[in-house]
T-cell receptor, first 114, second 113 residues
Framework: DVKVTQSSRYLVKRTGEKVFLECVQD?????MFWYRQDPGLGLRLIYF???????EKGDIPEGYSVSREKKERFSLILESASTNQTSMYLC?????????????FGPGTRLLVL | KNQVEQSPQSLIILEGKNCTLQ??????????LRWYKQDTGRGPVSLTI?????NTKSNGRYTATLDADTKQSSLHITASQLSDSASYIC????????????FGAGTRLTVKP
């Protein structure tokens, strides 16, 4: 079974803090993704990576950065957290040449910025 | 305006009943459409995937249909169970690129005993 794990299920941070969200997958997937999910909106892509040290901006990259130093690990960084970044963050992974299969999602991290 | 619209936003049905969820999209070009199930507090899990040449795909009690001409899809759930309570998300891909998927906001289904 594919497993995508996220470092925290719930996080509470203060405005201005630097926040790290970690994601690990165990299926040797090339692609990894970070999304945010807000009520009434579909998932929105923040960043994705198709290889180690490679990254591409998604639809809403402002205020975020990412790091992929190892194939299995993809980190999302909020350099200076703001209240409008309160959201559910979902990590996903997939094979790069098998897009018709599926993305596998982690359980999500619910972040509250006070 | 979201390129993938789902209706209804929420739905409550009794256990054992059938229901149909709708997805309309304006995404173009079109490559494939997926339905995901997302349990509360969990990430989405894939139910079905259909390309433009497929108009029906089943996965147990879940049956998805696709009309690529009218850009509509539906997810029919037969003989609902309490465990079907979840959000159902419609996702449309344009060119099968990693960053071209468009997600609907989801339909929240509650199955009551």
């Amino acid at each position: 079974d594919v497993k995508v794990t996220q470092s925290s299920r719930y996080l509470v941070k203060r405005t201005g803090e630097k926040v790290f969200l970690e994601c690990v997958q165990d299926m040797d997937h090339e692609n990894m993704f970070w999304y945010r999910q807000d009520p009434g909106l579909g998932l929105r892509l923040i960043y994705f990576s198709y290889d180690v040290k490679m990254k591409e901006k998604g639809d809403i990259p402002e205020g975020y950065s990412v790091s992929r130093e190892k194939k299995e690990r993809f980190s999302l960084i909020l350099e200076s957290a703001s209240t409008n970044q309160t959201s559910m963050y979902l990590c996903a992974s997939s094979f790069v040449y098998r897009l018709r299969e599926t993305q596998y999602f982690g359980p999500g991290t619910r972040l509250l910025v006070l | 305006k979201n390129q993938v619209e789902q209706s209804p936003q929420s739905l409550i049905i009794l256990e054992g009943k059938n229901c149909t969820l709708q997805c309309n999209y304006t995404v173009s070009p079109f490559s494939n459409l997926r339905w995901y199930k997302q349990d509360t507090g969990r990430g989405p899990v894939s139910l079905t995937i259909m390309t433009f040449s497929e108009n029906t795909k089943s996965n147990g009690r879940y049956t998805a249909t696709l009309d690529a001409d009218t850009k509509q899809s539906s997810l029919h759930i037969t003989a609902s169970q309490l465990s079907d309570s979840a959000s159902y998300i419609c996702v449309v891909s344009m060119l099968e690129l990693a960053n071209d998927m468009r997600f609907g906001a989801g339909t929240r289904l509650t199955v009551k005993p």
